[in-house]
C-alpha cells in the first residue's frame, strides 16, 4: 500500500507484516496484549506525525480532546466493521480509519 513505508518505524525487526488480524487480537487479548496494541496505535500516530512534518502535508486533523482510548475504540470499530480487510498491514489500516474519521479540511 501507499505507506507502507511507515512499518520500519512501527514493527522494526518484525519477522512478518503485522496485520489487522494480529492487531485485533491484541486488542480483544488479555491486559498486557491490549497495552501492546495501545503502544502499536501510539506509533502509528508517531509515524503519522512524522510523516507530516517530512512531507509537510497535514492529512489528519485530529481534534483536541480527543484521547489516545478514543482513537484505539476508533481503529477496533474499524477491524471489526471490515473484516474482510484485516489482512492488510495493521498501520494502514489504523492511517485510513484516522483519514477517514478527521481528514483535513482543504483550505479554500
Sequence with gaps: MKYAFLIPFLVAGAAHAYTGNDLLK????????QLGAVNYIRGVLAGIETMEAVTERRRICVPNGV???QIND???????KNPSGRHEEASDIAFLALLK??????AK
Design 26 to 33: 491484541e486488542l480483544e487479548g488479555t491486559d498486557s496484549q
Design 67 to 69: 484521547t489516545l482510548g
Design 74 to 80: 476508533l481503529v477496533l470499530a474499524d477491524l471489526r
Design 101 to 106: 474519521t478527521w481528514p483535513c479540511k482543504k
